[in-house]
């Protein structure tokens, strides 16, 4: 993390208020077909990461203590699968591990898919990107010495995968030297092990943080994937059927909108799609007195699905007071309730907001 500079390591710099570290373990943890996730930290860092893990709700995740270097670190996360001394219990040994970057944030599990399949058939595999910049070697006395030719070559990304047996049996081979100064994990495989690895094409999503300015366009991609999809939630009474139909077709020009209509009080398996999905933005329409009983049933939801929020949820709570005796005291009652409501939910990274529409 030396290029970001700062006294935090990059991997636990806040995004939205959420260490990065815990971005990438969500991402993993979203892809159900990963049994474990070995998190690899330095020694001083490992109740750190054990406070997040807490804090965030992962799960399946082992943290282990790192070496000095990149490749001692991923050999002792490799170790958990064989070697008692680095966990408490040895984990089931995998037919293929996956090892990707605390600062990868947006990796989706399509590529993770490809590059696992591919080291299942070549034994190693690795995404790749076309390279941006040409490179150059420069001769002793610093003037051009000759320059490659980029078509022919590209960056090394991740994730990346390998049969386990292959990549632990290249880290055992592996000279201090390699363990000391290599940062490659597809060259052990080849130098090693003979294995060469098929290169999978990756999206443009697979970047990692590396200097301060990268920690201002991750936040941003954050905010601009939470304001890109809603759900908007009505009843199906007959009184609301209007606002169900003209606000989400007003809503669909600007984002994805998923509108349903369902008691919130039944456990309705559209809705569980949308939160596992990671919507976080709701809108809840009724025609009660309060709207409070909506918004809490839906908080609920939210809580039992054992999603982690790695972002605070917003829930808009529409209250169409259509009644005949609607007043002023009656509104600022509902307002207090709705305001006492948002404070105690808040704690639990869901923002409340209340509309109350009056009208005759």
């Known amino acids: ?215 201002y366009a991750a936040e941003s991609i954050i905010k601009e994937n939470l304001s890109q999809q809603v759900c908007v939630i009505t009843n199906g009474k007959e009184t609301l059927a209007q606002v169900a139909f003209l606000l989400p077709e007003s809503l669909k020009s600007q984002m994805k909108v998923e509108a349903i209509t369902i008691p919130l009080r039944k456990n309705d398996s559209r809705l569980q799609n949308i939160i596992s999905g990671q919507c976080y933005n709701f809108v809840c329409v009724n025609d009660k007195r309060c709207a409070i009983q909506d918004a809490q049933e839906l908080v609920d939801t939210l809580e039992k699905s054992n999603t982690p929020l790695l972002c605070p949820v917003v829930l808009i709570s529409v209250h169409l007071d259509i009644s005949e005796n609607n007043s002023f005291s009656i509104g600022m009652e509902d307002l207090t309730t709705i305001k006492k409501f948002a404070r105690e939910t808040k704690k639990k990274n869901i923002l409340v907001y209340g509309l109350l529409i009056q009208y005759k």
């Not at 935090?8 to 373990?25: D, E, I, M, N, W």
């Not at 965030?56 to 699968?81: A, D, P, Q, W």
């Not at 591919?118 to 002793?140: D, F, M, N, W, Y």
């Open 1 to 215: 993390g030396e290029r970001l500079g700062g006294a935090t390591p990059k991997q636990f710099c806040a995004l939205q208020g959420r260490p990065l570290v815990s971005y990438a373990v969500r991402a993993m943890e979203r892809i159900s077909w990963i049994s474990d996730i070995i998190v690899v930290v330095s020694p001083e860092n490992i109740e750190t990461m054990k406070t997040i893990i807490e804090k965030y709700g992962h799960k399946r995740v082992t943290v282990v203590e790192g070496g000095i270097t990149r490749h001692r670190s991923i050999f002792n996360g490799l170790k958990v699968f064989a070697e008692n001394e680095f966990s408490s219990h040895l984990l089931q040994k995998p037919e293929v591990v996956i090892i990707h970057d605390a600062v990868r944030p947006f990796v989706e599990e399509d590529i993770v898919s490809k590059v696992v399949m591919a080291a299942k058939e070549h034994g190693a595999a690795g995404a790749i990107r076309p390279l941006v910049s040409t490179v150059i070697a420069s001769a002793a006395d610093g003037c051009l010495d000759h320059s490659l030719e980029r078509a022919r070559y590209r960056a090394s990304e991740m994730p990346q995968a390998f049969l386990f047996d292959i990549i632990y049996e290249a880290y055992q081979q592996c000279t201090d030297y390699d363990l000391d100064y290599g940062t490659e994990c597809l060259h052990l495989a080849l130098k090693y092990c003979k294995t060469n690895a098929k290169l999978v094409e990756g999206t443009a999503d697979l970047w990692k943080v590396t200097y301060k300015r990268d920690l």
